[in-house]
């Protein structure tokens, strides 16, 4: 029998990553989107019209977090074996602007899904795993560099305390159900299939149509924080290898290593051979009230009991972005004639 899993968010960059991942490892997976007036699985609409020819593999389910009926009718007609939950208002910035929406989706949402995963196992004497994507914003103002499972949380953000409380529902309900409910706590983790508006993914799009003439400007705001950024491809493994453990645990993800906003954007530029100064503008508007400033994460417990380690570090991971995005903007160029 095929294990079954179900991924929140599995449109999103994480999701589709994931996804990819459990397919290759056999897994029947099901996903759940949001109704939209508009498409947005184009992160997996390579998977969900077949990966090797099977197109029944990756099956999608309309719902939402803030429908606990609707989640707990997926559970129960899936019947999932794990269940990852990776959906979220997962801007930063945006969270101060929505900041009762972020709590009810992040935080609340959580806890909908834990309820539903428990009611369904004592009703159908099953043990499905439960998977929090935690973030490393939790940490805000930090106690410590590098900051590990045992830092304390200051949450700096809607978001990031939204995080905090569905993390520590995650360890309630393991801690008072039984649940095998596990807690990823991932530092920064970026892709090609990175959103336009987080700041990586916007600088290598900016600098890449900059290079083709297409724009003039990239508009930033604080180009001093230093983040612990890696590839999101390698972090699903690690979000799989927590679920195959005979215990649940938290786990920090990262790479152990830190850069600025412009180390990144300058890494980026030169590799197209841009000055970046030249076409760099500040925005307040892009700055948080409240801002975290050092993020870096210690990530030895999970390669001492995962065995996980990150394979593409900073540089490469700009390079296959910048590469990516260059493609990109070179097809908008050729339909612009």
């Not at 979220?88 to 949402?109: K, L, N, W």
């Not at 604080?222 to 215990?247: C, H, I, S, T």
């Not at 954007?265 to 009230?289: K, N, Q, Y």
């Amino acid at each position: 029998m095929k294990k079954v899993a179900l991924i929140t968010g599995v449109t999103g960059q994480d999701g589709s990553y994931l996804a990819e991942f459990l397919l290759q490892k056999g897994y029947a997976v099901h996903g759940i989107v949001r109704r939209s007036s508009t498409f947005t699985t184009g992160r997996i609409d390579h998977l969900h019209q077949g990966l090797g020819g099977n197109v029944s593999r990756l099956q999608l389910h309309y719902g939402d977090l803030g429908d606990a009926t609707g989640i707990r009718r997926i559970i129960e007609s899936t019947l999932p074996d794990e269940v990852y939950n990776l959906a979220a208002q997962s801007h930063v910035r945006i969270s101060f602007d929505q900041p009762e929406y972020t709590a009810d989706v992040v935080g609340v949402g959580a806890l909908r899904l834990l309820e539903a995963i428990r009611d369904h196992n004592q009703r159908h004497d099953r043990s499905v795993r439960y998977y929090q994507a935690g973030s490393s914003e939790m940490f805000g103002e930090v106690a410590e560099i590098p900051q590990r499972e045992t830092t304390p949380f200051h949450p700096r953000s809607p978001y990031a305390c939204a995080k905090c409380y569905a993390h520590w529902q995650t360890v309630n309900h393991r801690e008072a159900y039984g649940l095998f409910a596990t807690n990823g706590i991932l530092f920064n983790h970026e892709s090609p299939r990175r959103g336009e508006n987080f700041v990586t993914r916007k600088i290598t799009r900016s600098a890449t149509r900059i290079k083709l003439g297409l724009q003039e400007k990239l508009v930033l705001g604080n180009l001093d924080a230093k983040r612990d950024w890696g590839f999101a491809g390698d972090y699903v493994e690690a979000m799989w290898l927590m679920m195959q453990q005979e215990r649940p645990d938290d786990y920090v993800v990262a790479t152990g290593e830190n850069h600025t906003v412009r180390e990144f954007l300058d890494v980026v530029f030169d590799r197209l051979g841009l000055d970046p100064d030249r076409h760099l503008e500040f925005d307040p508007r892009f700055m948080r009230p409240a801002e975290v400033d050092v993020l870096i994460g210690d990530y030895a417990k999970a390669r001492r009991v995962l065995g996980w380690e990150p394979k593409v570090k900073f540089e490469g991971l700009a390079a296959m972005m910048v590469d990516a995005d260059l493609e990109l903007a070179e097809r908008e160029k050729r339909s612009l004639g």
